[in-house]
């Protein structure tokens, strides 16, 4: 019956409730939690750095973690590990010294297991500035063109402005491999709610799951 409605509510536009653990990564200063901040309150924050404690990490301190809604997908984004099946790594487009090291860090992080599987979003940040790269120049030397089969994108961002940053989700929203595991129609009460604009729609969903 669940998987009668989830066709039924597919062909009708209802869209699955998705949540999706994505970890955002980048050098000390890129602008992650800017970003992170932006697109929870649409709004800038003043940051501090990010301090991981090494020994242990009381929940909340030490690093972000918000839940970003975008059409049907709650982006769970953290900025410490942990298996995820979308990877956001944010470069300071204007930081030409230290895009070697992001590189690096970029490859290490796609090294592990706990991201065999995810999708790449590299969000080249700070596009406000006048000498910031362009994305093209950006992907040439974080080596995105070496990632293979690895879906991977990369788009001009500005925390600041907010330009892009909702571009790059979009991106990901259709690019998660394996989507549907993170998907659920269980939760169908939203499809019911509309009862009184759209009996008619409800009356075929009845029909189709045997209720009538
Ligand atoms: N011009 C400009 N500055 C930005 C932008 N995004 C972030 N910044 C600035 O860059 C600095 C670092 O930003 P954070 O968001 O704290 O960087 P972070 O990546 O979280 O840094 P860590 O927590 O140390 O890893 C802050 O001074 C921000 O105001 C942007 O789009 N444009
Ligand atoms: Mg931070």
């Known amino acids: 019956m669940g998987a009668k409605i989830a066709r039924l509510a597919k062909r009708l536009g209802f869209l699955p409730q998705?949540?999706?653990?994505?970890?955002?990564?980048?050098?000390?200063?890129?602008?992650?939690?800017t970003i992170l901040?932006?697109?929870?309150?649409?709004?800038?924050?003043?940051t501090k750095p990010t301090i991981v404690?090494?020994?242990?990490?009381?929940y909340g301190a030490g690093f972000n973690v918000e839940s970003i809604q975008y059409k049907n997908?709650?982006?769970?984004?953290?900025?410490?590990?942990?298996?995820?099946?979308?990877l956001i790594f944010v470069v300071?487009?204007?930081?030409?010294?230290?895009?070697?090291?992001?590189?690096?860090?970029?490859?290490?992080?796609?090294?592990?297991?706990?991201?065999?599987?995810a999708a790449v979003l590299v969000l080249a940040n700070k596009q406000d500035l006048p000498d910031a790269m362009p994305a093209?120049?950006?992907?040439?030397?974080?080596g995105l063109h070496c990632l293979g089969q690895r879906p991977w994108f990369i788009q001009n961002v500005s925390a600041y402005t907010g330009q892009g940053?909702?571009?790059?989700?979009?991106?990901l929203s259709d690019n998660i491999p394996n989507m549907e595991?993170?998907?659920?129609?269980?939760?169908?009460?939203?499809?019911?709610?509309?009862?009184?604009?759209?009996d008619v729609t409800l009356v075929e969903i009845e029909k189709e799951v045997g209720m009538l």
């Not at 487009?93 to 860090?105: G, L, N, Y």
């Open 53 to 58: 404690p090494v020994v242990s990490i009381p």
């Open 18 to 33: 998705c949540r999706l653990r994505t970890l955002m990564v980048g050098l000390d200063g890129s602008g992650k939690t």
């Open 165 to 171: 940053l909702y571009e790059g989700l979009h991106w």
């Open 181 to 198: 595991d993170s998907c659920s129609y269980n939760n169908c009460s939203h499809i019911f709610s509309f009862r009184n604009k759209i």
């Open 73 to 86: 997908i709650c982006f769970d984004v953290w900025d410490i590990g942990g298996e995820s099946k979308a």
């Open 37 to 46: 901040y932006k697109l929870k309150l649409g709004d800038l924050l003043k």
């Open 136 to 142: 093209s120049q950006i992907a040439d030397k974080l």
């Open 92 to 117: 300071d487009s204007s930081d030409r010294q230290r895009i070697s090291e992001a590189r690096k860090e970029l490859h290490w992080a796609l090294a592990d297991n706990e991201l065999a599987n």
